[in-house]
C-alpha cells in the first residue's frame, strides 16, 4: 500500500500563491508519474498538473505559465507552487501517484490518490 499525505491548502486572496505538497509513503519501487488535480463544486475532476520520472510535465491550458510542478524523488514528494491564484482556481485539489511498489515477488503497479486539500480564492 502506498500512503499520500497532503498539505498546504487554504484560504487566499486572488492574486495570491499557494504551496501544495504531497508525500508517499510505502513500499515503494519506483515512481512513473506525480500529479495534482482539482475537482470544483458541480464539475469533473480534471488534471492540472503532471511530472513524470524523466522529468517531463504538463499543464492544464488554465494555470499555464501561473502554476509549476516540481518534485523531490529523494523524498517521494510533489510539489504543486500556484501563483496569481483566480476566484476559478477555487477546487479541492488531489495528489495521484502512479508507480511500482516491492513485493515478495515481482513489483506490483500501483495508483494511489490523496484524500484532497481545499484551496479557496477569494477576490
Known amino acids: 500500500q502506498v500512503q499520500l499525505v497532503e498539505s498546504g491548502g487554504g484560504l487566499v486572496q486572488a492574486g495570491g500563491s499557494l504551496r501544495l505538497s504531497c508525500a508517499a509513503s510505502?513500499?515503494?519501487?519506483?515512481?512513473?508519474?506525480m500529479g495534482w488535480y482539482r475537482q470544483a463544486p458541480g464539475k469533473q475532476r480534471e488534471l492540472v498538473a503532471r511530472?513524470?520520472?524523466?522529468?517531463?510535465?504538463n499543464y492544464a491550458d488554465s494555470v499555464k505559465g501561473r502554476f509549476t510542478i516540481s518534485r523531490d524523488g529523494a523524498k517521494n514528494t510533489v510539489y504543486l507552487q500556484m501563483t496569481s491564484l483566480k476566484d476559478e482556481d477555487t477546487a479541492v485539489y488531489y495528489c495521484?501517484?502512479?508507480?511500482?511498489?516491492?513485493?515478495?515477488?515481482?513489483?506490483?503497479?500501483?495508483?494511489?490518490w490523496g484524500r484532497g486539500t481545499q484551496v479557496t480564492v477569494s477576490s
Open positions: 511530472i513524470l520520472s524523466h522529468g517531463f510535465t
Open positions: 510505502g513500499s515503494i519501487f519506483s515512481i512513473n508519474a
Open positions: 495521484n501517484v502512479q508507480g511500482k511498489v516491492a513485493t515478495s515477488q515481482a513489483p506490483r503497479e500501483f495508483d494511489s
